[in-house]
């Protein structure tokens, strides 16, 4: 799982402020973002020229606030309003490298006994963020570092220590501003929340009713989370947790309606979490989810895990099986009336549901079986497609995955048959949904005429700016 820069927003009186100033949102999920005050044209929404532009950037939206003047939040669409007569002004304007693709494997999580290893792999990512800035700017320039997942699943003292050596490393090595809370790990709710937004606001559907709008379930490798809108009614519904636990609905005023977000994050479930749990009830003949020959370890989280097939090769039955007992299908009791597994709340289903884009995991799998189309942003299928290809899949041979499914990675041939059927099995039995409903694998959405990636850094952007 790669790692993600987040956002951050410049929020400052305009009269001290130079004609265009300029602030960074990095993520190295294939995009560097930039963002730009301008107090040029305050109340306005607008392209503009980009400072120090690198190839093929595009100005994909921008956005304004000024509280002196009337004029309408193009995000939030609140009406400003009069503050002390000092004109403020938020303009943000987020910037893709088209064609460009900056990468950043494995993620924090894979150095958990190396701090300092873990913030050095983010230099790379860092120099190029710093390039777009133009330097009289940087130090004015606030950077921000969001870890998801898989730095929340590991154990101890690790998640604190590899948050420290990058603020460390940002503090000592960039040139931009860093402050000690810019560096943090986000909540399961925050990130499935932000997916969502990003979604929904690249469709168009913000400010539409939440009827209008999609859910969407993201599979990343240390959680997965499902959110979707909901009525009011149902938000009112909503159990309620113990202390600690996420809320089930989160309020969002996004475009100047307001959404009841259900959204939940199953830490320990993301794909390759997942691997590490069917892995565990290996027996000492293999594990029945591994293609036929092959014979290593897995390593996750800092622990490592004996992979070895079965002498017979991986079985489909005895997989799905090991499948549902790592998803806990019936193993807990429901005290809602409606549950995913875990004895989990599902939010009530509803129309905010009814059309699902899935992301992240689902995809890449998807067009590495072969029955998603990898240069297509977005794809139709259904659940029993991952099931289908988990049968062909299972039928392999280690030797053979290489010329059957050349889109594969070296890393997860192994594990094609457990990742396509543990899919099928969190989509149908795990949330419930009917094998033959047809959803949406989602890459990037087309927004004009670029294709944005579908990711969580975007929809924190958007989130921020609609609060403020």
């Known amino acids: 799982m790669t790692s993600s820069f987040s956002f951050s927003l410049v929020r400052q009186n305009i009269s001290h402020l130079p004609p265009l100033f300029t602030s960074i949102v990095i993520s190295n999920n294939h995009w560097i973002w930039s963002i730009s005050l301008s107090n040029s044209q305050p109340c306005r929404s607008k392209r503009l020229n980009l400072l120090n532009a690198p190839p093929h950037a595009y100005s994909l939206f921008t956005a304004s606030r000024c509280v002196t003047c009337t004029c309408c939040h193009p995000l939030t ?38 701090p300092q290893q873990a913030a050095e792999s983010l230099i790379t990512l860092l120099d190029k963020a710093e390039s777009v800035v133009p330097r009289e700017f940087r130090p004015k320039t606030p950077v921000r570092v969001g870890a998801t997942a898989g730095l929340r699943a590991l154990e101890g003292d690790a998640p604190d220590r590899i948050l420290q050596a990058v603020r460390d490393l940002l503090k000592q090595r960039s040139t931009l501003k860093s402050e000690s809370d810019s560096v943090r790990v986000l909540d399961g709710t925050q990130e499935g929340a932000f997916q969502w937004v990003t979604i929904n606001y690249l469709l168009g559907n913000l400010g539409r009713d939440y009827s209008e709008t999609v859910g969407v379930v993201d599979l990343g490798g240390g959680s997965v989370q499902m959110a979707y809108a909901i009525s009011e009614t149902d938000a009112a519904g909503a159990p309620t947790v113990s202390v600690g636990e996420d809320q089930y609905v989160k309020e969002m005023f996004l475009r100047g309606r307001k959404y009841y977000l259900y959204v939940h994050s199953y830490l320990g479930y993301g794909l390759l979490a997942a691997r590490a749990k069917i892995l565990k009830v290996s027996d000492d003949f293999g594990n029945p989810c591994l293609l036929d020959g092959f014979n290593g370890s897995y390593n996750y989280g800092g622990k490592s895990f004996n992979a070895s097939s079965y002498p017979s090769g991986a079985s489909l039955n005895e997989c799905k099986s090991i499948a549902l007992k790592a998803l806990k299908v019936n ?101 419930g949904l009917d094998p033959w409903q047809q959803m949406t694998l989602v890459k990037k959405v087309k927004y004009h005429d670029a294709l944005v990636e579908a990711a969580w850094p975007l929809g924190s952007a958007i989130e921020a700016v609609s609060s403020t």
Not at 80 to 103: A, Q
């Open 77 to 114: 669409g609140v009406t400003s309003r009069l503050l002390n007569k000092t004109c403020w002004t938020s303009l943000l304007v987020f910037v893709m490298i088209v064609g460009s693709s900056f990468p950043i494997k494995p993620g924090l999580s894979a150095y958990a006994q190396n």
């Open 331 to 431: 193993e807990s009791k429901c005290t809602h009336m409606k549950c995913t597994f875990g004895g989990i709340w599902n939010g009530g289903g509803g129309d905010g549901q009814k059309n699902l884009f899935v992301a992240s995991f689902f995809f890449d799998r998807a067009a590495e079986a072969g029955f998603a189309d990898p240069n297509s942003p977005v794809v139709k299928v259904r659940p029993v497609d991952f099931e289908a290809a988990s049968k062909q899949a299972c039928r392999t041979k280690i030797e053979d995955v290489k010329s059957f499914y050349p889109l594969v990675e070296e890393g997860n041939r192994p594990y094609l048959c457990m990742d396509l059927l543990y899919q099928y099995t969190l989509l149908v039995e795990g949330f």
